[in-house]
């Protein structure tokens, strides 16, 4: 066999062997912005989450992800169409890592209706939230403390933990509506990784 032959099966043995390893962390299938609907519990790569669990308040949502920024900068939320699932926020950083992780729900669906996160208000310091990786690992969250700010505030940018914390942020709607019916506040849950 010539060895010209022989460097071009090399190549095509590569290629074969290349592609599923691609395919597996996510590299033919990149993230995108806006919202994945292919990230409903199928994340793309085996440290992206898939599902958020809170025990106490009965909540096991598959995951979205999301990308998108509304106007002031903050992370826009999954579809409305979605209202019982939530979406992580894919621009930042993963959930365990260094650095703060958001996950964003709904309160209320497009209809009024409970969503996801509408109970997210009755969580309090040492409430347990548990955040499924693609690999079936998961990860236990405590709560530390919950605020609420203004809808203009860009959760997701504001938020610098300490350089060895890793924390996790949970988004939903809260206080009175505007004019328009639209909360004008955010409740965020924070939350820091249970060695």
Not at 73 to 96: D, F, H, N, Q, S
Request: proline share 8%; hydrophobic share 40%; glycine share 14%.
């Amino acid at each position: 066999m010539s060895r010209t032959r022989h460097v071009v099966l090399a190549l095509a043995g590569l290629v074969c062997l290349a592609l599923p390893l691609a395919l597996l962390a996510g590299g033919c299938f990149g993230r995108v912005g806006g919202v994945d609907d292919k990230a409903i519990g199928t994340p793309a790569s085996a440290d992206e989450p898939q599902r958020v669990r809170i025990p106490s308040l009965g909540v096991d949502s598959p995951l979205i992800r999301v990308n998108a920024l509304d106007k002031d900068r903050g992370v826009k939320g999954p579809p409305p169409e979605k209202g019982m699932t939530a979406g992580w926020y894919a621009g930042g950083v993963l959930p365990g890592e260094r650095g703060a992780a958001v996950i964003i729900g709904h309160r209320d669906d497009r209809d009024g209706r409970a969503a996801v996160f509408r109970e997210l208000h009755a969580v309090g310091e040492g409430t347990v939230i548990d955040v499924e990786r693609g690999d079936g690992r998961v990860l236990h969250f405590v709560v530390t403390r919950t605020e609420t700010v203004g809808k203009s505030v860009p959760v997701a940018r504001k938020e610098q933990p300490a350089p060895q914390e890793r924390k996790l942020l949970l988004v939903t709607c809260a206080g009175a509506p505007d004019g328009g019916g639209k909360p004008v506040e955010n409740l965020v849950v924070h939350a820091t990784l249970r060695p």
